[in-house]
């Protein structure tokens, strides 16, 4: 790396300009937020109906067209969508965060990383109001919460820790190998049918139980469920593999991203 390469990514990280970078992220999170809102007649209470409608359907043909899961199926359902579609989306949407903005990185020096960074920090709101929603819904359901739902922030900082760490990792090369991101949503496709959203744990073969235990998203809504359906306290030790896997993802994907940054705005798109 050439000195003056260096002081320019120095420059970049200096103190004014974090600041700078952060009041940037505020405010294309709630532009963002904004936009999308107002793209539909239903404005954010799409945010709130698309994962009902997803929460029907999906009980429609896994609790009846199946013969039925037993009591408690549709909260048992809807908290794991509800988690799912948090992973889901923002790690999908980043993916293509960087390459959407590639025109921008040509026009002002911006760390490229900064933009899949948005699209966590708007998705997350999203998943905010969601989750409120569920939390307002579960009672109407019969569940009744206990002390240990107070668990639940603490339930959640690893799946964030996740989501951040991946949502870095697959934001870095589709900008300069594009196929890569088909690759991203065979990957989350396949991780739906194989993360325990429709079905329980102990409905698997014993054989294939490790695809549960050494899957993160699997964790992740298991930690939720536990807390919020069965009144325990998450597994540390799960909690602790979910945070391990989004750090290392993390550092992999700012490397990659800081390795590659040069290629970004030469990219033709």
């Known amino acids: 790396?050439?000195?003056?390469?260096?002081?320019?990514?120095?420059?970049?990280?200096?103190?004014?300009?974090?600041?700078?970078?952060?009041?940037?992220?505020?405010?294309?999170?709630?532009?963002?937020?904004?936009?999308?809102?107002?793209?539909?007649?239903?404005?954010?209470?799409?945010?709130?109906?698309?994962?009902?409608?997803?929460?029907?359907?999906?009980?429609?043909?896994?609790?009846?067209?199946?013969?039925?899961?037993?009591?408690?199926?549709?909260?048992?359902?809807?908290?794991?969508?509800?988690?799912?579609?948090?992973?889901?989306?923002?790690?999908?949407?980043?993916?293509?965060?960087?390459?959407?903005?590639?025109?921008?990185?040509?026009?002002?020096?911006?760390?490229?990383?900064?933009?899949?960074?948005?699209?966590?920090?708007?998705?997350?709101f999203k998943f905010l109001v969601v989750l409120l929603i569920l939390l307002v819904m579960l009672?109407?359901?019969?569940?009744?919460?206990?002390?240990?739902?107070?668990?639940?922030?603490?339930?959640?900082?690893?799946?964030?820790?996740?989501?951040?760490?991946?949502?870095?990792?697959v934001a870095a090369l589709p900008p300069v190998i594009p196929d890569v991101k088909l690759v991203i949503d065979t990957v989350l496709t396949a991780l739906m049918f194989v993360s325990g959203i429709f079905f329980r744990a102990d409905s698997i073969p014993e054989k294939y139980r490790w695809v549960m235990d050494f899957n993160p998203v699997a964790l992740c809504i298991t930690s939720a469920r536990h807390v919020l359906l069965d009144g325990v306290a998450p597994d540390s030790a799960s909690l602790g593999y979910v945070a391990s896997i989004g750090v290392v993802l993390g550092v992999l994907g700012l490397l990659t991203i800081m390795q590659l940054s040069p290629r970004y705005t030469k990219q033709v798109i």
């Open 1 to 124: 790396m050439s000195a003056s390469s260096h002081r320019n990514r120095v420059g970049m990280f200096s103190g004014g300009m974090l600041f700078r970078y952060f009041e940037l992220l505020k405010f294309r999170v709630f532009a963002d937020l904004k936009s999308e809102a107002s793209r539909t007649y239903l404005g954010m209470l799409w945010w709130l109906f698309e994962p009902l409608l997803y929460l029907l359907i999906l009980y429609f043909v896994f609790g009846h067209l199946r013969g039925g899961s037993g009591e408690g199926f549709a909260a048992f359902l809807f908290v794991g969508l509800v988690i799912w579609q948090w992973i889901r989306s923002t790690v999908a949407h980043c993916a293509d965060s960087i390459r959407n903005n590639m025109h921008m990185l040509r026009q002002v020096r911006l760390p490229p990383a900064l933009f899949p960074l948005i699209v966590i920090c708007t998705d997350t």
């Open 139 to 169: 009672p109407i359901m019969g569940v009744s919460f206990t002390l240990q739902a107070l668990w639940l922030p603490l339930a959640l900082l690893p799946t964030l820790l996740l989501i951040l760490g991946a949502g870095l990792f």
